[in-house]
């Protein structure tokens, strides 16, 4: 069965860099997309970033566009996404999904399958 587990949340101050991680395990060779999003108390899930099953190709959310980016290992079924000069709207769970097919997507309804999420606070 395959499960998805994102690390590398936490605290950092207002302007600081995190940078999450999210492993595939259970698969040897799976050729889907994957993205993050966030999901704040009272707020609906927002894209923030997806790369496509090679990593040739990303989307990027408004939310992330000029501060964020998303990569990925292959070999270790690893996506990461790399956040710097985080700010007071930042804060949020965030999630890793995997999607239907192999194109990025920001639509969070071509996702079946997600991780338990990682926390992200930021402090000023």
């Known amino acids: 069965q395959v499960q998805l587990v994102e690390s590398g949340g936490g605290s950092v101050q207002d302007g600081g860099s995190l940078r999450l991680s999210c492993v595939a395990s259970?698969?040897?060779?799976?050729?889907?997309?994957m993205g993050w999003f966030r999901q704040s108390p009272g707020k609906e899930r927002e894209f923030v970033a997806a790369?496509?099953?090679?990593?040739?190709?990303?989307r990027i959310g408004d939310v992330a566009k000029g501060r964020f980016s998303v990569s990925r290992d292959t070999g270790k079924n690893t996506i990461f996404l790399h956040m710097r000069n985080l700010k007071p709207e930042d804060p949020a769970m965030y999630y890793c999904?995997?999607?239907?097919?192999?194109?990025?997507?920001?639509?969070?309804?071509?996702?079946?399958?997600w991780g338990p999420g990682v926390e992200v606070t930021v402090s000023s």
């Open positions: 999904g995997e999607a239907l097919g192999g194109r990025p997507s920001e639509d969070f309804l071509e996702y079946n399958l």
């Open positions: 259970g698969r040897t060779d799976r050729r889907y997309a």
């Open positions: 790369i496509g099953w090679s990593g040739a190709s990303t």
